[in-house]
């Protein structure tokens, strides 16, 4: 078993283990990926709800806002 969350900080893997996990998912179910890899429902969900087939849909996402309030 491979966990998650310690293993993915570290990496320069991770796009790899968020594909595993997902395929996983996929055939076995999400409570069973989140088992399996060490994580929850929620972020097996959301790598597999970003999941278009592509690699690139699994890279990390920017956190910073897309836009910036204006003050008056």
């Not at 310690?6 to 395929?23: A, C, D, F, G, Y």
């Not at 996983?24 to 890899?37: C, T, V």
Request: proline fraction near 6%; hydrophobic fraction near 35%; glycine fraction near 4%.
């Amino acid at each position: 078993m491979i966990k998650y969350y310690p293993t993915v900080p570290k990496s320069s893997n991770k796009i790899q283990l968020r594909l595993e996990m997902v395929k996983y998912a996929m055939k076995f179910g999400i409570s069973a990926a989140a088992r399996e890899f060490g994580t929850t429902n929620v972020t097996v969900r959301k790598w597999r709800k970003r999941f278009d087939g592509t690699l690139a849909s699994l890279a990390d996402h920017s956190k910073a806002p897309k836009r910036i309030p204006q003050n008056s």
